[in-house]
């Protein structure tokens, strides 16, 4: 019998999905805003942002915050979330998470 092998997650997509139900966002390092619902119940848009911020934080390799607002604010990214008042928050927002949790 032939098995179908289904990879693994992205665990870094997997957490930013995750985070989307209810994000912290962050001005200059001081909490502004806590358990912000990005997505609504939109699980595909979820993943498919995610996957997007994934592969941006893998390709560009600094993980700073103005790189990762600006990429936020891209078509790419922009198609699934609309982003542009909230790009820097977000992106902060994003960046303390990922630290936190070990997967930057």
Avoid at 29 to 38: D, H, P, Q, S
Avoid at 54 to 82: C, I, K, M, P, Y
């Amino acid at each position: 019998m032939i098995g179908i092998q289904v990879p693994e997650p992205d665990p870094i997509e997997a957490t930013i999905v995750a985070w989307c139900r209810r994000a912290n966002l962050y001005r200059d390092g001081a909490l502004v805003r806590e358990g912000v619902n990005l997505l609504g119940s939109n699980e595909l848009a979820a993943k498919a942002w995610a996957k997007a911020v994934a592969n941006h934080l893998a390709a560009d390799g600094e993980h700073d915050h103005e790189s990762l607002a600006t990429f936020l604010l891209t078509q790419q990214a922009a198609q699934h979330v609309r982003a542009y008042s909230s790009a820097p928050l977000i992106a902060e927002g994003l960046l303390v998470m990922l630290t936190e949790r070990g997967l930057l």
